[in-house]
């Protein structure tokens, strides 16, 4: 925000369903068809991404395919969101369920790639898919799935304190762990705010579609950590560095999901976390610019890349939010 100057991707990179997104909102509020015809032009841009070993397929077929589909009831957008979400089921490690990042994710800043090693993260991107296909064709292998990978991020991820590790390595032909580290963190075992944040919405996620009480416990073992280290503003980049950049786009992360139980289903249950709703919303607001910009987020804290910066998927999750909260509703 402070030179203007756009860091550009040509593909998307791992947040181009979120773009996507975006152009559906404004094309819907605004009543221009042009922007949904070019969504949809998107959208089939992104079609070759179908094919690659990428975690971040989830995101990239639910914002767009999938959300597409509910928008204009196109059945091809269908099959590629269908397509998208069996392909990936079919990335489950066999011996614990878990979602690994995958050999060719794609994500700008770093290069890591594995089928096993699993990111907190994954609870959000991998699983989103899951929740979408299981309420569409009813087959379980999407519930089973989902839960799979929910409790071995409970099991390995979560600490006593209700923090999360970012990454864990498993070894190749048995459910055992072999490290755990982080890119994006201060160090091994401190705790990334974004990465908390996925690991909130997730959970809170897995607990409202599947009742479970053990995905309760851990949303609000987790909330309970964010909550007791910055309460309802914007978070620092990690929690174990308070004085450094904040990440605006992990507080969007979370808003959109509280946004979501509140349009939903705003039962007695929910309410204990939705009441933050409107405060973390006003928390982020010194961090909004006039045209709708929400800055201040941290795309890569320890190689100094986009930490100071609007990033797309933090303007993406407010405007879902407000969106939500505009129609009255959320479309899938």
């Known amino acids: 925000p402070d030179t203007g100057v756009w860091e550009t991707v040509d593909d998307g990179d791992w947040c181009g369903g979120h ?30 991404k179908l094919e690659k070993d990428d975690q971040f397929r ?48 794609q994500v700008k800043s770093t290069t890591l790639a594995s089928r096993r090693i699993v ?18 064709t009813g087959d379980q292998v999407f519930a089973s799935g989902a839960k799979r990978h929910l409790d071995v991020t409970i099991r390995d991820f979560l600490r006593e304190d209700g923090s999360t590790v970012e990454f864990i390595e ?5 459910d055992e762990i072999l490290r755990h580290f982080t890119l994006l963190g201060v ?11 996925w690991a909130v919405a997730g959970f809170l996620r897995g607990w409202r579609v599947f009742g479970k009480a053990r995905y309760l416990d851990a949303a609000r073992a987790t909330f309970g950590y964010w909550q ?18 904040v990440d605006t786009s992990a507080s969007a992360i979370v808003i959109e999901q509280l946004t979501r139980m509140m349009i939903e289903d705003n039962d007695q249950a929910a309410q204990e976390f939705t009441r933050h709703l409107d405060p973390m919303i006003v928390g982020l607001m010194p961090h909004m610019r006039g045209r709708g ?33 505009e129609e009255g509703r959320v479309i899938c």
């Not at 773009?19 to 070759?48: F, H, N, Y």
């Not at 995101?59 to 990936?88: E, I």
């Not at 160090?187 to 944040?197: E, L």
């Open 119 to 136: 990111a907190v993260d994954n609870v959000h991107p991998n699983i989103r898919l899951d929740f979408w296909a299981l309420e569409e």
């Open 228 to 245: 007791g280290k910055c309460g309802d503003a914007a978070p620092a980049w990690d929690f174990d560095d308070p004085d450094g950049p």
């Open 293 to 325: 910009r929400l800055v201040d987020g941290c795309f890569n804290q320890p190689r100094e890349f986009a930490n100071r910066n609007e990033l797309i998927w933090g303007t993406a999750y407010l405007l879902m939010a407000l969106s939500y909260l």
């Open 187 to 197: 160090d091994h075992d401190s705790c990334w705010s974004r990465g908390q944040a």
């Open 19 to 48: 773009w996507v997104e975006c152009l559906r909102i404004k094309g819907v509020l605004e009543g221009k068809p042009e922007l949904i015809e070019e969504a949809r032009m998107r959208t089939e841009m992104l079609r070759p």
């Open 58 to 105: 989830g995101h990239r077929f639910y914002y767009s395919a999938a959300r597409m589909y509910a928008q204009t009831h196109d059945p091809a957008l269908r099959t590629l969101a269908l397509a998208a979400s069996y392909a990936m089921r079919a990335m489950a490690i066999p011996h614990n369920g878990a979602m690994p990042i995958g050999h060719e994710v």
């Open 170 to 174: 498993y070894a190749k032909d048995k």
